[in-house]
C-alpha cells in the first residue's frame, strides 16, 4: 500500500500539495480561452495527476537509487513517464467528450485538442518531480525504520542487562539464611529442612522468572512470599507481611523481578532497622488494563538521610520507563516513619 | 570468661550460645537483641567478652563499641565481609563470618582468653581515630551510664567545650560526652558547624544574626534568642562561610 494512501490526513496534506499544481496548470493552458472553461477542463485533469503521479512509488520501489542510477532505473522511470502521461492524456480525452455532450457552450474537445503536447510535456516533467520526492520519502521512511529499530534493540538489551543485574541476588542474604539454618540443625532439625526446602525453592524461582521476558504477577507474588517466608524464620517476630492483592490482578503479566527489590529493600532498610520490627504491606489492584503495585514499610525515624535503597530504585524506574514509557509510572513517597512505593503500569494478559 | 552476646536475630544468637556450652570457663551473662541493650548490659556486668554482630537497628557494631571506648574485647560476628578492616583497626580480637563453625568460634575464643591473661588493656582511644578519614558525622552518640542517646547532628544548636568534656545542645537540652572540643570539630562537616569562639562551636543553621558586642566584639544570636559570643578569628571564619 502507498504510505500516503494508508492515512485520510497524509491524502489530504499531498492533495493539499497539488492545489497550487492545478492552479499554475490552469492558468498556464487556459490562457486564452475563457475561464469557466479552463477551471472544468484542467482542475479535474490535474487532480487526476495527483493520483497517476502516486503510482511513481511503484517504480521507485522496484528500481532503487542505492546504488547509483543504472540504466535499467532510468529506462523503468523514461517508460513510466511516457505510460503516465499519456494516461492522462487518454483521460483527459474522455472528459471532455463527456463535457462536450453535456455542455457543448464550453467548447471544452477544442480547448483541449489545442493543449494536448504541452500537457504530454507537463505531465512528464510532473512526473519525474514525483519521483524524485518519492525517493526522498522511501529514504526517510528507512531512515525512520530504522531509528526504530535501533530503539528496540536497545530496549531490549537494557532490560536483559537490568535483568541480569536484579538476578545478582544479595549474597547476604544467602549467608544470613544459611546461618539460621546453621542455627536450627540442632535446636530444630525439622525447621532447618524446612528452610533449605524454601531456599532452593526461592533460589531456583529467581533463577527461572529472570530468565523470561514477562512473568504472570501471581508468580512474582508468590516469590515475595518465599523469600518473606525465608526472612520471616531469621527474623521472628519481627516480621509480619499484610497482602491485599486482587484476583483480577494475578493473570496480568509483568517484568520478572520486579517486585522483589522492593520486598528485599522493605527488609532491609525498613524492618531490619526496627528493633521491633514491623508489618510489610504489599497491595495489587487491577482497574481495567491499570495495574497498580504498592508495597509500604515502616522505618527507623531516626535513620541516616544517606539511605542506601537508591540504586535498587533507580533499576526499577528504569526498567518502567524502557519497558512502558509515558504508561508506567513509579511513585515515592517518604515519610519519616513509613517508605511506600506505588508502580503503575499497563497489565497485558 | 564472661561474654555478652549481641545480634538482632534471635536463630544467631541460638547458634553463638550453643557453641559457647562447649567452653566450660564460658559464662553468657546477658543476651542482647540490639546496641542500647548491648551497651546497657557491658555497663552493668561488666563482661570480659562481647560477641558482637555489626548490622543492626538503630546502632551498629562499630558504634557500640565507639560508645564503650575500648572498655571491653569485642570478637566481630557478621555475614558482611566488608568490615574486617575497620574491626582490624579498632584491635577487635577476631572477624567470624556467618555462618562459621564451632572450631572457628574456639579459636577466637582462644585468641580472647591470652588477651585477657597477658593483661593487654583491651583497645584504649580508638574512638577518635576510627572515624577519621570517613564522611562527617551524621549523629553523635551519648552515652550515659547504661543509657545511649542518639543526637542527628542537624538537630544540634550549639557544642561549648568544658575542659576533656564537651555539652552538646540541642533544642533546650544538653548532653554531656567525653571528648574534646578539637576531636568533635574534625567529625563535623565543616560547612555546617563553625568554632566561632574557643569555647563555642556553631551549627550554622541556628544563627538568626550578628550583632555588634562591647569594643567592636561580635555576638551570635541563635534562632531561639541564645546569645553566643564570637572571638576575632571565628568572627573570620564565619564570614569566610557566608
Not at chain 1, 515515592?332 to 513509613?338: F, M, S, V
Not at chain 2, 582490624?88 to 580472647?112: G, I, Q, T, W
Not at chain 2, 540541642?170 to 574557643?198: N, W
Amino acid at each position: 500500500m502507498h504510505p500516503i494512501l494508508i492515512e485520510r490526513r497524509r491524502l489530504g496534506l499531498y492533495l493539499l500539495g497539488w492545489l497550487p499544481v492545478v492552479t499554475l496548470l490552469t492558468l498556464g493552458l487556459g490562457r486564452g480561452a475563457s475561464p469557466v472553461s479552463a477551471i472544468a477542463v484542467f482542475v479535474p485533469l490535474g487532480f487526476v495527476y495527483a493520483f497517476i503521479g502516486l503510482s511513481a512509488w511503484y517504480v521507485c520501489r522496484i528500481a532503487p537509487i542505492d546504488h547509483g542510477l543504472p540504466l535499467r532505473t532510468v529506462g523503468a522511470h523514461l517508460v513510466a513517464t511516457v505510460l503516465a502521461s499519456a494516461m492522462w492524456i487518454v483521460t483527459g480525452d474522455i472528459w471532455v467528450s463527456a463535457l462536450d455532450a453535456m455542455m457543448p457552450a464550453l467548447n471544452a474537445g477544442a480547448l483541449f485538442a489545442s493543449r494536448r503536447l504541452p500537457l504530454f510535456v507537463i505531465g512528464a516533467l510532473l512526473f519525474w518531480l514525483a519521483a524524485a520526492l518519492h525517493y526522498l520519502l522511501i529514504a526517510f521512511e528507512g531512515s525512520r525504520a530504522a531509528e526504530r529499530r535501533a530503539l528496540e534493540l536497545s530496549v531490549l538489551a537494557r532490560d536483559a542487562e537490568l535483568r541480569a543485574l536484579r538476578a545478582q541476588l544479595d549474597p547476604h542474604f544467602l549467608f544470613n539464611s544459611l546461618n539460621s539454618i546453621s542455627a536450627l540443625t540442632v535446636a530444630d532439625p525439622a525447621a532447618a529442612r524446612r528452610m533449605c526446602v524454601l531456599l532452593a525453592d526461592f533460589l531456583r524461582d529467581t533463577l527461572r522468572l529472570g530468565a523470561s521476558a514477562r512473568i504472570p504477577l501471581a508468580e512474582e507474588l508468590r516469590l515475595a512470599d518465599r523469600f518473606l517466608e525465608i526472612e520471616r524464620v531469621r527474623l521472628g517476630s519481627r516480621l509480619h507481611v499484610a497482602r491485599e492483592t486482587d484476583p483480577r490482578a494475578d493473570t496480568c503479566l509483568v517484568p520478572p523481578l520486579l517486585l522483589q527489590p522492593l520486598v528485599e529493600n522493605a527488609v532491609v532498610h525498613g524492618i531490619d532497622q526496627l528493633v521491633d520490627g514491623g508489618t510489610i504491606r504489599i497491595a495489587a489492584a487491577r482497574n481495567g488494563s491499570a495495574l497498580t503495585i504498592a508495597l509500604e514499610n515502616p522505618c527507623d525515624p531516626d535513620r541516616p538521610r544517606r539511605s542506601g535503597n537508591g540504586l535498587g530504585l533507580d533499576l526499577l524506574r528504569q526498567r518502567v520507563v524502557t519497558q512502558f514509557g509515558a504508561d508506567g509510572d513509579v511513585r515515592i513517597d517518604e515519610q519519616p516513619e513509613r517508605f511506600r512505593v506505588e508502580v503503575r503500569i499497563p497489565c497485558a494478559s | 570468661m564472661r561474654v555478652v552476646i549481641v545480634d538482632d536475630e534471635p536463630l544467631a544468637r541460638g547458634v553463638l550460645r550453643e557453641f559457647l556450652l562447649g567452653h566450660g570457663d564460658v559464662e553468657v551473662v546477658a543476651e542482647c537483641a540490639n546496641g542500647f541493650e548491648a551497651v546497657k548490659a557491658v555497663t552493668e556486668q561488666r563482661p570480659d567478652l562481647l560477641l558482637l554482630d555489626v548490622q543492626m537497628p538503630k546502632l551498629d557494631g562499630f558504634e557500640v563499641l565507639e560508645l564503650l571506648d575500648g572498655e571491653i574485647d569485642v570478637i566481630f560476628v557478621t555475614a558482611y565481609d566488608t568490615y574486617a578492616i575497620r574491626a582490624f583497626e579498632v584491635h577487635a580480637v577476631d572477624y567470624l563470618l556467618k555462618p562459621f563453625p564451632a572450631e572457628r568460634l574456639a579459636e577466637a575464643l582462644d585468641r580472647a582468653r591470652q588477651r585477657l591473661t597477658s593483661k593487654a588493656k583491651p583497645a584504649q582511644g580508638f574512638a577518635a581515630d576510627m572515624r577519621a578519614e570517613r564522611a562527617p558525622l551524621d549523629r553523635i552518640l551519648i552515652r550515659d551510664r547504661g543509657d545511649v542517646h542518639v543526637v542527628p547532628v542537624q538537630k544540634i544548636d550549639y557544642v561549648e567545650s568544658q575542659d576533656d568534656y564537651v555539652s552538646i545542645r540541642t533544642g533546650g537540652k544538653s548532653y554531656l560526652k567525653e571528648q574534646t572540643m578539637g576531636d568533635l570539630e574534625l567529625l563535623l562537616d565543616p560547612s555546617a558547624f563553625v568554632r566561632i569562639h574557643r569555647r563555642y562551636l556553631l551549627n550554622v543553621a541556628r544563627l538568626s544574626k550578628i550583632a555588634l558586642g562591647a569594643k567592636d566584639s561580635h555576638v551570635a544570636i541563635l534562632a531561639d534568642g541564645t546569645e553566643l559570643p564570637i572571638s576575632r578569628s571565628g568572627y573570620a571564619r564565619l564570614r569566610e562561610l557566608l
